[in-house]
């Protein structure tokens, strides 16, 4: 599922050519994707047709158009693309969602899974997802506030990582490689970090994230692109995560995948030990 990176490249590439486009057309071809919309696929094409987005905004893994002061959020789930088109463009399989731009050009919406949607909220164009802490690229982001919410929890470090109550944005390939490069098992109690500890292992995950930014996110197969069609190329990159038995590029011992929740977690053996009493799970 994309993670903060890969939502923020989308951004970026939405903001550029769709800020000041008036949405003329709507075209919903399949209504799942709208399924949120309690007029159905009628009601989203009647709110959308003839509106202009003002700006292209992200808190997290969210995103959205601001129109006026409504917002069209939009969440990738695994495989949701944006890609912009000229309606002579052969359809790509799975295109869901079509917008007809005044330039002539069209936002097609493509989901594979539609795990992901897009969903209208009226009145809130500044922050549709308040539910959503800030990420730590939000200039309002209070680390040390973070820190002392993280510590008081009665979790373990990885499970508050991925807490988008917390700190959003993280997912589980940045979980994995902040918690590698803070020497962290998964599974350590939240508790029983001190303040520098858990202060690292989220600077680690700004780093990491802006990082896989640079080079335009995370991609494993062809389900995330930008909205030019262009694959990610920070995986080649990765310390831990999809590294199993590989050597860990710190101290060469073979990396271990281990099961977390419903999911894996990769870390290294030697460099990632639980604190002494506390064993796996706990």
């Given at each position: 599922?994309?993670?903060?990176?890969e939502v923020e490249v989308v951004r970026r590439g939405l903001a550029q050519h769709l800020t000041g486009r008036r949405i003329d057309h709507v075209q919903i071809l399949h209504p799942r994707p709208?399924?949120?919309?309690?007029?159905?696929?009628?009601?989203?094409?009647?709110?959308?047709?003839?509106?202009?987005?003002?700006?292209?905004r992200r808190r997290g893994k969210y995103?959205?158009?601001?129109?006026?002061?409504?917002?069209?959020?939009?969440?990738l789930g695994m495989s949701g693309q944006f890609r912009f088109n000229d309606p002579g463009d052969e359809l790509v399989r799975n295109t869901r969602v079509i917008l007809d731009l005044d330039d002539g050009r069209q936002l097609r919406f493509i989901d594979q899974r539609m795990f992901g949607g897009l969903h209208w909220e009226p009145?809130?164009?500044?922050?549709?997802?308040?539910?959503?802490?800030?990420?730590?690229?939000?200039?309002d982001y209070d680390e040390s506030s973070v820190v002392d919410r993280m510590r008081a929890k009665r979790t373990t470090v990885k499970r508050a990582l991925l807490d988008q109550r917390l700190v959003s944005g993280i997912g589980n390939i940045y979980a994995d490689e902040s918690l590698w490069r803070a020497k962290l098992h998964f599974d350590h109690p939240t508790q029983r970090l001190t303040v520098r500890r858990a202060t690292d292992v989220l600077r680690h995950a700004r780093d990491v994230m802006g990082e896989a930014l640079e080079q335009g996110g995370t991609s494993f197969d062809a389900l995330y692109v930008n909205v030019n069609g262009e694959s990610g190329y920070f995986s080649r990159?990765?310390?831990?995560?999809?590294?199993?038995?590989?050597?860990?590029?710190?101290?060469?011992?073979?990396?271990?995948?281990?099961?977390?929740?419903?999911?894996?977690?990769?870390l290294c053996p030697r460099c990632q030990r639980l604190p002494r009493k506390v064993g796996p799970g706990r």
């Open positions: 599922m994309p993670e903060l990176p709208v399924r949120s919309h309690p007029s159905g696929a009628d009601g989203m094409r009647q709110v959308l047709e003839g509106v202009t987005v003002d700006a292209v995103l959205w158009l601001a129109l006026d002061d409504d917002a069209l959020v939009v969440h009145d809130t164009a500044d922050c549709p997802v308040p539910h959503i802490a800030l990420d730590p690229f939000d200039e990159t990765l310390d831990a995560y999809g590294r199993e038995g590989l050597p860990c590029h710190r101290c060469a011992t073979p990396m271990v995948r281990r099961q977390f929740a419903n999911r894996s977690s990769f």
